[in-house]
């Protein structure tokens, strides 16, 4: 079996070694070469195959001694297979657009749509949304005839895609456009899969509006690539069930309930269960401000301290396949609602009241918890996905959090 891997400049992170791996388990790597080099790489390497990202998908098309149909329609390939007579070109993100919204369930048949961004993601959109019969295709631009500046001159489309970077990690909870400005609107989808909600894709859940984000696409274009590299069909339900492990691996899992509730103590079980790291808001608050809480809340009062806990949240959520163990009252501030939720599944740690800890929780000393869960019994209920009963063991309900995401992802959670 050959070795193959993916070509860029700048490549970071990349999932597409574990994709691959999953798909066929041939040796896959990451190589970054600078824009100089790109074509002495393509003459010396020993890779019998490769994905190609940004900014090299035209440059290598001056390599190849063929082009597949689509990679010339797209004018861009992301796909080299190498065979005796050189590197052959295939573009597989347009498969990857397009069972992005076969699976999506959205219909774009008869549809206006929006495309927001004009590089080659957006070429590869508009043809897929144009094979599949949208009635009108506007790519919406910084500088183009449809810009962001007259965007009011669309709020009748019903179709919306972001293939801009607008929201993707590390700059999460930004967006290139508001939804609700497209009264219309029947479908969001986004290219971006980290973070897994993009603030466009909150916004869309929030209205109730169908939305589908870009993990999916990564798969399925991988998936074709894995085909043209082997020479072999692969079952498109792979696609699926690698979709879901991945969505596992980098799911925050978030703890939130009642100071004292048994958040810390099951985040330490998960932890060493699943060997992921654990993240304590409180801890790092403490970090942060260079002093307890006790002190925070006597110098800054608790409107003081929550300021702080949003700042700290909004850094530390944007990361992925974490713990995050919240404080008491994060559920006071709505603002902290997308920051857990963008990345996670918030499970709420329910206990009987008069099993709390109150040692070293400000508001706990001061304030009954029958009131302070009165006060938030409400706000905890709207931000959990899931409630966990923590009125018998800490291991017991670590394992109920754990099953539950099994029964979501169908498989070992890590």
Known sequence: MGKYGLL???LGHSYSPEIH????GYEYKLYEVPNEDVGRFLNETDLSGMNVTIPYKKTVMDYCVSLSDIAKRMGAVNTLVKEKDGWHGYNTD??????LVNVSGIEVRGKKALVFGS???SNTVCRVLEDKGASEIRVISRTGEDNYGNLHKHNDARILVNTTPVGMYPKNGEAAFKVSDFPLCEGVLDVIYNPARTKVMMEAEELQIPCAGGLYMLTAQAKRSAELFTGTAIDDALIGSITKKLENDMQNIILIGMPGSGKSAIGRTLGRITGRRLIEIDAEIEKTAGK??????AESGEEGFRKIETE??????????????TGGGCVTRQENYPLLHQNGRIFWIKRDLKLLAKKGRPISLKTPAEQIYADRKDKYEAFADVVIDNDSTVNAAAERILDELKSIHGGKIS
């Open 8 to 10: 860029g400049e700048k």
């Open 21 to 24: 791996a999953l798909l066929k």
């Open 94 to 99: 347009y498969y990857g657009f397009s069972e």
């Open 119 to 121: 590089g080659g993601a």
């Open 292 to 297: 307890d809480i006790p002190s925070i809340f």
């Open 312 to 325: 700290v949240m909004r850094d530390l959520c944007r990361l992925s396949g974490c713990i995050i163990s």
